[in-house]
């Protein structure tokens, strides 16, 4: 059974940076594209951030392209989003989904077409 658990969010200042970890149990990352999500409170949910199976491949949503950074250990089957320079616009719960390579249809930043999801992690950040 697939799982995904994420960690690292709090409360962080304006201007500050944070690393979210998503950790998948019960099958190897290898097999799974993965992304990031988040949903401010009376918000839809959004895409922020998608890393291939390989590793070789990132995505990453306008609002944080130039102060993010993706990456997964294989090792540890963890996926990685770090974040910097953060705003106050920047605050949600933060979800990391997964799917099977065989089932990926290539729209990385279509919440939909993953399979897996973890419960989130709360992000604030402060003015």
């Known amino acids: 059974q697939v799982r995904l658990v994420e960690s690292g969010g709090g409360l962080v200042q304006a201007g500050g940076s944070l690393r979210l970890t998503c950790a998948l149990s019960?099958?190897?990352?290898?097999?799974?594209?993965t992304g990031w999500f988040r949903q401010a409170p009376g918000k839809e949910r959004e895409f922020v951030a998608y890393?291939?199976?390989?590793?070789?491949?990132?995505r990453f949503a306008d609002s944080v392209r130039d102060r993010s950074t993706i990456s997964i250990d294989y090792a540890k089957n963890m996926v990685y989003l770090e974040m910097s320079s953060l705003r106050p616009e920047d605050t949600a719960v933060y979800s990391c989904a997964a799917v099977e390579t065989g089932t990926y249809t290539g729209r990385y930043d279509y919440a939909s077409d993953y399979r897996y999801w973890g419960q989130g992690t709360q992000v604030t950040v402060s003015s």
């Open positions: 019960g099958r190897t990352l290898s097999d799974y594209h």
């Open positions: 890393i291939s199976y390989t590793g070789s491949i990132t």
